[in-house]
């Protein structure tokens, strides 16, 4: 965690007074092109929270703004994908390059995996490999990219999808998932905003961050809307295999005769290698709309010119793909269960915060400030300021994510971890309680 604590500005600062004299003397000079890109990420909120906590605290920094659950032991990959990883390297077969969309191996393992949850089956040749599932999004982003185009991304969201239009000249366009709709997309919202230039939607299913898993009805509304706009959809499913409530997980593939889908996946989450970075696009696309509109095209050449992904992981993924991996899936998805039922509960007692939904997927929990029992709390980023000042804890404000006076919570952590941190959460907010709010509440647990 040490490297967060460093002050992204102060190194900046610093080196700007140091060679201010000298920058006369040089011709060249950093390009800014991912200046305004790089801003919409949620990496400099939490740099800025990470500083305001401080040793003065006398309790140790609680980093759940943002998370890798591949951190904690409890979280450990099972023996089998390490093993499958080990024996290619052992093997000399992962030293080579492999070509731009992927070795056949790998794209007919990701085929096969994909194909077990669809009525119309891909071939290995609607699969490209990527450099883990971010990758995928840049190159779709760039594949999109045209004069006026628009897209379709939702509030809140996963922030790499708008830096990647940003960067690619993409015009971003907002749609609301509805917490009191089960975070259900606004699809009449949707209709209004599209026009001639508007290319795709993106979904995420799984929904990162809101932590519902969308049934079916509602994936075939989705389809049914985009076939109506003439957009693509694209499906963001890498925590498909994140999930620990009732609701089944749906591919958005299924509906791919009524509008053709992207989907977008990889071994980051569900396998908790992040740093692997093995990832991939998968064409749902029985009618072959993508090759005869060019995008299927635009996706090779994109590939073309940028970092293959790693053929060791790739030369693994048969191994790792064919196996159910039940078991590692089972037992990850039971702590963040107990995790999840942990925070509610506490919840339960903190009147300033109220979770709409309980996640079944994923690991985050959203929780909505009640600002007017609060004083002095300005926003949900003075919320998340105050509480790294005063608790040295850290939580993601909202307005990170596009859903201004909310918090997320990460519970991809140890269970110890979030008890510590509810903890200071209800004494923060007792602490923060409007005098009148906080009379009645003591009033009421009879402490009065
Ligand atoms: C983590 C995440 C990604 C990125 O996955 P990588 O394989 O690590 O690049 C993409 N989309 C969503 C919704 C994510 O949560």
Request: glycine share 6%.
């Given at each position: 965690?040490?490297?967060?604590?460093?002050?992204?500005?102060?190194?900046?600062?610093?080196?700007?007074?140091?060679?201010?004299?000298?920058?006369?003397?040089?011709?060249?000079?950093?390009?800014?092109?991912?200046?305004?890109?790089?801003?919409?990420?949620?990496?400099?909120?939490?740099?800025?929270?990470?500083?305001?906590?401080?040793?003065?605290?006398?309790?140790?920094?609680l980093p759940l703004?943002h998370g890798d659950p591949s951190v904690y032991p409890c979280y450990?990959?099972?023996?089998?994908?390490?093993?499958?990883?080990?024996?290619?390297?052992?093997?000399?077969?992962?030293?080579?390059?492999?070509?731009?969309?992927?070795?056949?191996?790998?794209?007919?393992?990701?085929?096969?995996?994909?194909?077990?949850?669809?009525?119309?089956?891909?071939?290995?040749?609607?699969?490209?490999?990527?450099?883990?599932?971010?990758?995928?999004?840049?190159?779709?982003?760039?594949?999109?990219?045209?004069?006026?185009?628009?897209?379709?991304?939702?509030?809140?969201?996963?922030?790499?999808?708008?830096?990647?239009?940003?960067?690619?000249?993409?015009?971003?366009?907002?749609?609301?998932?509805?917490?009191?709709?089960?975070?259900?997309?606004?699809?009449?919202?949707?209709?209004?905003?599209?026009?001639?230039?508007?290319?795709?939607?993106?979904?995420?299913?799984?929904?990162n961050p809101?932590g519902?898993?969308?049934?079916?009805?509602?994936?075939?509304?989705?389809?049914?809307?985009?076939?109506?706009?003439?957009?693509?959809?694209?499906?963001?499913?890498?925590y498909?295999?994140t999930i620990f409530g009732?609701?089944?997980?749906?591919?958005?593939?299924?509906?791919?005769?009524?509008?053709?889908?992207?989907?977008?996946?990889?071994?980051?989450k569900?396998?908790i290698?992040?740093?692997?970075?093995?990832?991939?696009?998968?064409?749902?696309?029985?009618?072959?709309?993508?090759?005869?509109?060019?995008?299927?095209?635009?996706?090779?050449?994109?590939?073309?010119?940028?970092?293959?992904?790693?053929?060791?992981?790739?030369?693994?993924?048969?191994?790792?793909?064919?196996?159910?991996?039940?078991?590692?899936f089972a037992k990850k998805n039971s702590i963040l269960k107990q995790n999840v039922d942990l925070v509610c509960d506490r919840l339960e007692?903190?009147?300033?915060?109220?979770c709409?939904?309980k996640p079944e997927s994923c690991t985050y929990l959203l929780t909505?400030?009640?600002?007017?029992?609060?004083?002095?709390?300005?926003?949900?980023?003075?919320?998340?300021?105050?509480?790294?000042?005063?608790?040295?804890l850290?939580l993601?404000?909202?307005?990170?994510?596009?859903?201004?006076?909310?918090?997320r919570i990460t519970i991809g952590v140890e269970g110890r971890m979030l008890e510590d941190a509810l903890e200071?959460l209800?004494?923060?907010?007792?602490?923060?309680?409007?005098?009148?709010?906080?009379?009645?509440?003591?009033?009421?647990?009879?402490?009065?």
């Amino acid at each position: 965690m040490s490297h967060l604590l460093v002050s992204s500005h102060q190194t900046e600062e610093e080196a700007e007074t140091q060679h201010e004299s000298e920058n006369s003397v040089w011709r060249f000079r950093g390009s800014d092109t991912a200046a305004k890109a790089s801003s919409v990420t949620m990496r400099v909120i939490v740099y800025k929270l990470f500083d305001l906590c401080s040793p003065d605290i006398k309790k140790p920094l609680l980093p759940l703004a943002h998370g890798d659950p591949s951190v904690y032991p409890c979280y450990r990959t099972s023996i089998h994908v390490e093993n499958a990883v080990a024996d290619v390297l052992r093997s000399g077969k992962g030293n080579s390059y492999g070509p731009a969309a992927g070795i056949l191996p790998a794209r007919q393992a990701v085929a096969d995996f994909v194909n077990r949850d669809l009525t119309n089956k891909v071939t290995p040749n609607d699969v490209y490999m990527t450099v883990g599932c971010n990758q995928g999004i840049e190159v779709l982003m760039q594949a999109l990219a045209a004069p006026n185009a628009n897209i379709f991304l939702p509030r809140p969201s996963y922030p790499h999808y708008e830096a990647r239009c940003v960067y690619s000249g993409l015009e971003v366009r907002k749609y609301d998932l509805l917490p009191e709709n089960e975070w259900e997309i606004d699809l009449q919202g949707i209709e209004a905003m599209a026009d001639e230039n508007t290319v795709a939607m993106v979904i995420i299913n799984p929904n990162n961050p809101c932590g519902n898993v969308y049934s079916y009805d509602h994936l075939k509304k989705v389809a049914e809307m985009a076939r109506k706009l003439g957009i693509m959809v694209i499906t963001d499913e890498v925590y498909s295999q994140t999930i620990f409530g009732d609701n089944p997980f749906v591919p958005m593939g299924e509906f791919g005769s009524i509008a053709p889908v992207i989907t977008l996946g990889g071994l980051s989450k569900g396998w908790i290698v992040p740093g692997w970075r093995i990832g991939w696009i998968a064409l749902n696309d029985p009618k072959g709309i993508f090759k005869s509109t060019g995008v299927a095209q635009s996706i090779q050449q994109n590939l073309d010119i940028t970092p293959d992904a790693n053929t060791l992981v790739q030369n693994a993924l048969p191994q790792i793909l064919e196996k159910s991996n039940k078991e590692m899936f089972a037992k990850k998805n039971s702590i963040l269960k107990q995790n999840v039922d942990l925070v509610c509960d506490r919840l339960e007692d903190i009147p300033c915060l109220v979770c709409t939904k309980k996640p079944e997927s994923c690991t985050y929990l959203l929780t909505k400030l009640e600002l007017p029992l609060m004083e002095d709390i300005e926003d949900d980023m003075d919320f998340c300021m105050k509480l790294a000042a005063e608790e040295n804890l850290v939580l993601l404000p909202g307005v990170a994510l596009g859903l201004k006076n909310w918090a997320r919570i990460t519970i991809g952590v140890e269970g110890r971890m979030l008890e510590d941190a509810l903890e200071r959460l209800s004494r923060f907010c007792q602490r923060h309680l409007k005098k009148t709010e906080a009379s009645l509440q003591a009033k009421y647990n009879g402490e009065i």
